[in-house]
């Protein structure tokens, strides 16, 4: 699971983990929940679920804890952790293109007119994982007034005939 990920499709592994991670910080400081709570919030099966939660406590960023008082809770490390580092945790670090990879050389790299396309194409997706941070995405969102619409503010005008 910690290979670099040149796929521009984020896995279905990494999405699990964003969910549970929110999920996990919205509950109060110390606080665990079960597998089989956490899988039915987040819509994941419980054993592919169970490999992602222990790629999250390999990162510290959770904790978990066997027996009747177990479970999982999130670190403060975890609270402050960004989508970036959440993701890292479990597909290792995210490249959009192969010539991106540390370490790996390409000979076109030198001359390739998409090779600085993708370097900022890359770095303002990282800008943007990294600035969504766990605590701020398991905020919670201010109810719509009692009585209101899902249509926002608009008034609606009938057209004049």
């Not at 993701?87 to 076109?108: H, K, M, Q, T, W």
Request: glycine letters at 6%; one cysteine or more.
């Amino acid at each position: 699971m910690k290979k670099p990920n040149s796929s521009m499709q984020l896995t279905r592994a990494a999405d699990y983990g964003i969910r549970v991670m929110v999920d996990l910080a919205k509950l109060p400081v110390h606080e665990r929940a079960m597998l089989p709570a956490l899988a039915e919030a987040t819509g994941a099966p419980e054993s592919f679920l169970s490999k992602v939660l222990q790629a999250l406590a390999r990162a510290r960023l959770i904790s978990s804890r066997r027996g009747p008082s177990g479970g999982f809770a999130i670190s403060p490390r975890g609270r402050k952790a960004s989508m970036r580092e959440v993701i890292e945790a479990i597909d290792g670090p995210i490249c959009l293109n192969v010539c991106l990879i540390s370490g790996i050389s390409c000979a076109r790299k030198v001359w390739c007119p998409a090779h600085p396309v993708w370097m900022d194409a890359q770095q303002a997706m990282l800008d943007v994982l990294s600035k969504a941070l766990i605590a701020e995405l398991a905020a919670p969102v201010p109810a719509p007034p009692a009585g209101g619409s899902d249509r926002g503010n608009f008034t609606l005008i009938a057209p004049h005939s």
